[in-house]
Each structure stands twice: as C-alpha cells, then as structure tokens.
C-alpha cells in the first residue's frame, strides 16, 4: 500500500509549538484528574493497568472551553469505546462524562497476527475483491465478558465505493464489529430500490465512497508566507437557492470568507491552482468510477469560471459538466466557510490541506466527484478520519460522491436503455420503459454492451446456470425469487455481458437495489416490464435469434452538483461524523439504532436554503428538485419540515415504527427545525447566518454544532437533547434552557423521555413533559433576551412578519404600522399567545415603522418591506 496515499502515521512534532504546549498542559490536567477522581478505578480496586490518552483537543470559542476527547487504555491499549469528554476552562477540569469500563480482565489468547491475509478479509466480509486496507494501533474489544485483542483496520471494497471500519479477532480475524464509513442518501423520484424480487422488497442504497487520502498532514503557521488570493468568479446558484427549480444562477466575485480560507478558494499553502481545486476541496468528474481525479474545469490565469449551463428533456447533463463542477466547488467551500465560523475549524478536525493554524491535521481535503460512474440517483459522503495514537496520526481524508438523477418517463417517453439491432421485427417495436440498476458498469460517455439475448437456465437465475451457457450474450432473466444482485451475478459467472431482468406480473419497471451480491457485479443490467419480458422470451422460445444492445440516453437528466441542498446535506454528514466522539464510526447504525446522522444533514441543509422572506409557515420539503417535484412539493420524507403538527405530527414515538436511518432522522431534523422558529421567534431573523452571531437563526445553528461536540459516542436522541442542553448551560449560562426543553418535549422528547437499548429500534418512550421549573407560564428562561426587547422579524420582509419576545402574560398586544409619511396602514389588537403572521401583501416596498405595545412596555421598530 502507497502510505502517501491514505494512512499517514507522522510525529506529532509537526504541530505548531504553542499547540503542542497546550496538550502537554491538557494532558497533565487530565492525567491528574483521572489519577484522583478515581474514574478508572477496576471492581477489583486496581487501577494500575488502565490509562487515558488524549484523541483530540478543540478550543471552542462559543463554550469558552476547551473540549478534549479520551480514550481509556488498558495494558497501553486502547478500549474499544471507552471514550470520554473532558472540558477544560482556565487550567481546571469544568466538566467531565466517559463511558470507562470498569471489570476489564484479558481473554486467553494464542497468538496475535500481524496482519491480516487479503483471502481471510474477503470471506469475513463477504467482499470479491479488496483495493486497500489500513490499520491502526490495536484495541481490546469486549466479548461475553472478557476483553480481547483486537485489530482495528479500514478495508475499502474495490467493486464498490464501501469502506469498512472493522474490528477483528487479533488472532482468529473473526470479525467482532463493523460499520461502513460511506453514508449513502438515496434521493431518487422512486419511493425504494427494489433489491430481491417481485415477492420481497426493501430499501437498500448500494452505493458510497472508497476513502482515499491526500498525502500529507500539513500546518503552516498563521500570517506566515500566506498567498495573497487571486480574484475570481465563478457563476453558480448562490446560496440559499437550493436548486435550479428555485432562482438562477449568479456572477460571484472572491466569494469566500478571507478569515477561513485565507488564501481564497484556489491555494493550498503551498500550490495555487487554476481548475475547481484548493485547499478546502478539489471538485472533479469521475466518470470512469476509477476514484481517482478525473476531469475539472479550468478557469485560466484569471480565474473565470463562468460557463454555459441548460437542462431540458432533449439536454444531456455532460453538455455542461464545467458549470455543475464549478458548482460543486462554489458549494463544498461555502459549507467549509460557514461551518468554520460555527466551529467546525482545524482543532475540530475539518477538511483542509493546509491547517493555517497549526491546530489539528491538515491533508484532508474534501474530494468531490461529479458525474460518479458508480451509480444514479444518489449521493454519499465517505468522512475519513483524522486522530492521534499514542504520538502518532492516523489520516484518511473524505470523499463526497455525486451522482446524476434520471428523469421521470412515461409510457409515451421511455427512457430509452437498449435498442433491438435485429430482426426487423425486433427493430420495429416501440420502446418501453426501463428501469436502471444500483451496481455494475453505467455505460457512461456512450459506451454499450451488444449480443444476441439468451434465456437464462433456470431463468430466475437464483441458482448460477451452466458455466459457459451465456457466454457473449445479454441473459434475460425473470425478477421473481431472489436478489437482483445474485441473479447478474450468476448470469455473469455463466459468461454473460449483459442482463434484461423483467417483471412478470407488472409493466411497471423497478430500480433494482444490489442486495448483498451486487458489489461483484461486473456487467450492466437493466429492468423491463411484463409485456417485453415475456414478448423477449417467446421469440426466443420459437427459435429466433434477436440481438440487441445496452446503452444509457441521459438525455434530460438531472444534475446533484446543481442542488445545493444535498451537496450541504451530504457535507453535513461530514459534520456530524467528525465532531462527534472520536471523528469516526461514532454516528453508526451497528451501535446506535437512534441514528440521527440524516438528520443532522438534512437540517444543516434546510438552514442554508432558508430564504429572505421565510417565515414557521412556510412548510419544506427535502430533494423536490431530484423528485422532479414543485418546489412546493412534500419531497423524500415522510412530510414536509414544519412546527405545525397540522402539516408534521411526527414525534419522538414514531422513531417505534418508522423505517431505515433516513426516517428517523426526519424526526430529529424535525425537532432540530421546531428549535430553530422558537430561537428566530426570540432573537429575530437573518437569512445570512454569518451576518450575526446575534440572530436567532444563527444562536440555533451554533448551538446545535455544540451539541455535536458535547455528545457522546452513538447517542440516541436523549443524548442529543442532552448535549445541546448542556452547550446552553456551558456557553450561555442556561438562558434557553425552557424555552429548549419546551422544543424537545413539544416532540416526545420531554423529560421523562427514554431512550430503552442503544442497539433496540423500537423501545423508545416518549414523554411530553419538562422540568418543573420550566411549567410556569412566567419561566424566566422562557422570555428573557440579552436586551429585553421586542423583535420583528423577518426583517427585511416580503410578504409577511411576525413580532416576538412578547411577554407571556394576559396583556393584550397592539401593533400598529405606519409609512414613512406617518400614515396608519395597518392595526391589529391581539392576546399575547397568539403566533398570526402580518401580512405586508400589496404594501409598497419600502420602510415601515411597527408600533409595538404591550402594557407599560411599549416600542417602535423599523421594518423594511421588499
């Protein structure tokens, strides 16, 4: 294995000096802590095996405190999960929670391996083939009581863009636990991939992200030797535009925030480039699905990356690639830019080549691939890693993987995915429409697979037919019985180049999921209906010969690179996973069945496509642009995003019956969303989150990014609750704290709330009440601000505004609104729980003043209406 590549063990001397300075003081501090506190104390009462080490120290400027990450060891070994949360605030321990085990006693063991052989992974596994593996220092590992040697390595699937975080057996290699880096979010217009047969279907999406690192974990310290940016521009859909379907594109000059990317977009400390690449991501096209970088657009010496861009039904999306890339570029650094300022930095392990600071790793950029071969309608992130053992770093940096989305097809307007070459007859027929597959080649840049169709024996294919059977022809194969996976396979291993797998029962053709098979296959496959299927097999009953040709018409499809929504949403997957726990495997569905990654990711989406002018009434939806949907349109989940339960009554008692990751995350990012309106509701409204750290969006999106930070590994939803819980205890001396609790329980997540078994999907137990001292109608934390104001907000407004911070009493309110002339043009009396918007409809744009009195309380704010 190239080390350059992707596992980097470097000497911690690399590291700036005041850095290193402060986690030796750190490690002191906690070292003593332990040592005294009595933590890693055993039931036998020793303690004199066991040990912490420091995994990563974050100085957050919004908590005032430094966050430390630990690891118990026992024997100078790491135990795997036994990790722990240290905060530290003017050289004192202020806070401090670990899940240390405490009856650690070795298993008997013959002797450990080295490594790993290649042939005993892939028959753990179940993988044909293996493109790398990766190793970190050993762990111990608990198993029916007693603690095991074991290896923990990454092995990345070369048939799939899979990458397995494994914990094997030092010495037998059997495989204690495992879980895939790459998080895939299906955002197709089909409600589910079809994996095994007409008889049983699930949701499954095969694809993801084989983790390649840039070699290097680069520091360079602050102001020294920087390069001076070079202006440039680039024409994208600025944000918060979510998608083509919701404005247009724009002329952006030097886009990015010169206080987290110093060097602008397109230098890396050391290199400055002139396509879609720097020090944050480098944007390219993998087309081939070689996951290497493959073609970028170049803006020349002056940096202009204005290209043409359209889409229609007779448009393919490679017409354009230039302008979807340099989207993908504009976005994947924007979310670096706004998520730096909201504390996702260097020290907090994000995605730079370069760590100005000198805090954290640096040589792990974001490598974003448009226009992936490996599949359609889709898009994953693959988060990497970044930690240090014992001295030593241990590096892999992210991939982000887009794909293109078909379009929507209809019997008048199949999508056309073969071509009858002979006999005339064939020739004739009128297309039908097809369905693609989740595995195997796409037959990208018109590439085709031609043969005469073979039946395959049997013709499920559930069971491989006859070696050499099918050799050189596109096997047609029924969908009922088993996987699609397993049947292309077979009909592979039978020495066919391409597979037709149609539906007995409907004309109807299904996206056909990989199942558990699909990674090996090799060969493209597509799905048709009843009508053809059984027209295919009965010609070649009678003895005709007809042969034919697979190839794709991408003509009017769709590009993800365009949709700033999953481009932030998979970004945010790289979020979640880095500033939780250790940075890595802490967000898996194997430990944690409350697994709120997608909803991290979808709310992190939803706060950067909030427009000017949105307001709690406006109800979201998520991938109505991919769905081919409005952009009014309910989207891929359950309902729309919306504190009306009239629109979304899904509380914390529905994550018993929902189904898959995707689901129970819409239930978190519901909460997280009904926490945002009450924060706006308080503090007021910007639709720029990075004008004001003041606003009430900007209070809930860094708070929520505290929570992430202070959580623990694989929480459930109570440790969520809990974390941002205690970020406003930490960060804001607990002002919030009602008016947070009220958020949570409104949603099942209340204080008698339980979470049952981390591993257990449907023990959950919502509860709707808070704190006693949060029941009173008057509850300080309830109302109060920094300044004791009204607010309205939003403000600038188009259509309608809201007035908050009102005290919560029986005061009637009176709002009156006036021009600038001192004309009366609007009065309303209402009672102080009342939520009703003002509409400004028909009011000429302009400034407004908005008389706002409530008992003695009385005050005039400004209000521009657009």
Known sequence: MDQKLFLLPVSVAVFFAFGKMNAQNSNTLIQNYYQKSGQLTQKNGTSNNTGVIILNEDPSKSLGANIVNVQQTFNGLRVYNALGKVMIREDKVVSEKNDFKKDISAAVQGKSKER??????????????????????????????????????????????????????????????????????????????????????????????????????????????????????????????EAPTFGGRAVLNNPWDIAFSPEGWHSDGTNSYTNTRGNNVYAYSDQNNANTPGYSPDGGSTLNFNFPFDEGRYISPFTHRDAAITNLFYMNNKMHDIFYKFGFTESARNYQTTNFTNLGMGGDAVRAEAYDGSGLNNANFSSGYETTINGQVY?????????????????????????????????????????SASFGPLLFDGQTVTGDLAVSAPADACTQPALGSLTGKIAIITSTGCEYGLKVLNAQKAGAVGAIVYRPTTDTPATMGGGA????????????????????????????????????????????????GIIAHEYGHGISNRLTG??????????????????????????????????????????TYVKWQPTTGVGIRPAKYSPDFGVNNYTYGNTNTVTGSHAIGFIWATMLWDLTWKYIEKYGYNSDVL???????????????????????????????????????????????CMIWNAFAKRGLGVNASAGVRATANDQVENFDVPQECKTSLATQDVKTADHKFIVFPNPTYDEFFVGNLETSSKEVQIKMFDMSGKLVFSDTRDAQSKKAISTKGFQKGVYMVHIKQGDKIQTEKLIVR
């Open 116 to 241: 790993f052989s290649e042939d005993l992974l892939k028959q753990n596994l179940n993988l044909n083939e293996i493109s790398k593996v990766d190793y970190l220092p050993n762990v111990y590992f608990e198993k029916n009581g007693a603690y095991v040697l074991a290896k923990e390595l990454f092995v990345s699937d070369k048939n799939s863009s899979d990458v397995w975080h494994v914990i094997a057996n030092a010495e037998t290699g059997e495989v204690l636990t495992k879980d895939n880096l790459t998080l895939d979010c299906n955002f197709t217009h089909e409600d589910h991939l079809d994996n095994e047969s007409e008889e049983h279907m699930e949701q499954h999406a095969g694809f993801g992200s084989d983790v390649t690192a840039f070699a290097g974990a680069l520091n360079k310290t602050s102001g020294a030797s920087l390069l001076v940016p070079t202006n440039a521009s680039y024409n994208v859909f600025p944000l918060p535009t």
């Open 395 to 435: 590096l892999a940096a992210p991939r982000m993987q887009m794909y293109i989305y078909d379009r929507i097809q209809t019997a008048a307007d199949p999508i056309s995915r073969y071509q009858y070459n002979s006999p005339a007859i064939a020739v004739s027929r009128a297309k039908v429409m097809t369905g």
């Open 517 to 564: 098979s699909g990674d090996q296959v090799t060969i493209p496959s597509i799905n048709i209906g009843k009508t053809e299927g059984l027209y295919i097999v009965g010609e070649l009953g009678n003895g005709n010969t007809i042969n034919a040709t697979l190839g794709n018409d991408f003509n009017g499809f769709r590009h993800s690179s365009l949709d700033n």
């Open 582 to 623: 250790q940075g890595y495997s802490c967000l898996s569905a194997t430990n944690s069945a409350e697994q709120m990654g997608e909803g991290w990711s979808d709310y992190f989406a939803l706060m950067l496509t909030t427009r000017p002018g949105d307001t709690s009434a406006l109800a979201r939806g998520m991938g």
């Open 691 to 737: 004008a004001s750290t003041t606003s009430g969006n900007a209070k809930a999106l860094q708070i929520v990014v505290d929570g992430l930070k202070l959580q623990a590994c694989s929480p459930t939803f109570i440790d969520g609750r809990d974390a941002i819980l205690q970020a406003d205890a930490t960060g804001n001396a607990g002002l919030d704290k």
